[in-house]
């Protein structure tokens, strides 16, 4: 079995639109996320055809409530035969626990992650909040909370896997978005990294959506993606191979 690096974003409005993307690519290339978009428009059905055609689906859900619901929640997710998903680590260390506690029932339980602080949150964001440390003080504490809680690892932005991966240890998972490859634009990413670089970094997934899903042939772009990180430095694609930009 391989073990793909690339988590696709299926940042799609329907069910019809990601499946008709998962056939494109293949479940030895990559794996799949379903966001809160996508899931709130198809639902566990879509979930359980992408598991059922092989694939591993991290259900990007960020759960954010009470631990009893988060357990729950949790459970939901693992019946439905989930490879990952993910809580806020802001709902504290309760919440967490109680989130891999739900996940256990299972006997090969999903990774459990947590978003630490959301990227598009600044200092400012957190001072209104009445959190005066600074970001990446807390990015890290609520990241080592995560994994005194039991989880697996965090979401983080690529910037910030070397600083992580140092405070956390190699047995952490670090799985980062923000990724694009040096022909790809950036679309509405801010602070963007190359997969390469992503990977030196210590990131264990990359989360890509557009680069791959609007390209005119997905399954070329992933086969180029995944080439790079073995060949890093090389330009393959262009902007003309992205129709709909
Ligand atoms: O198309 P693109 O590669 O930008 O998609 C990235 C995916 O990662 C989207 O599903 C987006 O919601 C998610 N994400 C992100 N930045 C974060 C956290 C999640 O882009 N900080």
């Known amino acids: 079995m391989k073990d793909p690096r690339i988590i696709v974003a299926l940042d799609f ?22 966001g809160k978009e996508l899931f ?7 979930v359980e055809e992408l598991t059922g055609n092989g694939y591993d689906v991290f259900l990007d859900l960020k759960f954010h409530d009470i631990p009893n619901t988060v357990m ?6 693992a019946k439905l035969g989930v490879w990952m998903l993910n809580v806020h680590a802001l709902g504290g260390i309760a919440m967490m626990q109680a989130a891999r506690e739900g996940i256990d029932i299972v006997p090969q ?5 947590a978003v630490t602080i959301l990227t598009s ?27 005194d809680s039991g989880l ?7 910037e910030e896997a070397s600083a992580l991966r140092s405070s956390l240890g190699d047995a952490a998972l670090l799985v980062t978005p923000g990724i694009r490859p040096e022909w790809a634009a950036a679309d509405d990413q801010q602070r963007i990294v190359t997969p ?8 264990s997934y990359l989360v890509i959506g557009r680069p791959i899903t609007q390209h005119k042939d997905p399954a070329q772009a992933l086969s180029l993606i995944t080439a790079s990180i073995s060949q890093p430095g090389k330009k393959q694609v262009d902007d003309s ?5």
């Open 241 to 245: 191979d992205f129709p709909n930009r």
């Open 13 to 34: 409005a329907e069910h019809r639109q990601a499946i008709e993307f998962s056939k494109k690519v293949t479940p030895d290339q990559c794996r799949l996320k379903v």
């Open 109 to 113: 339980r999903p990774f459990l992650v």
């Open 40 to 46: 709130t428009s198809a639902g566990p059905a879509l």
């Open 72 to 77: 729950k929640a949790a459970s939901a997710a």
């Open 196 to 203: 390469q670089q992503a990977l030196a970094d210590g990131a």
């Open 152 to 158: 697996d690892g965090v979401v983080c932005s690529a």
């Open 121 to 147: 949150m600044t200092a400012t964001d957190l001072r209104a909040l009445g959190i005066d440390q600074p970001l990446q003080q807390v990015v890290d504490q609520f990241a080592r909370n995560a994994l």
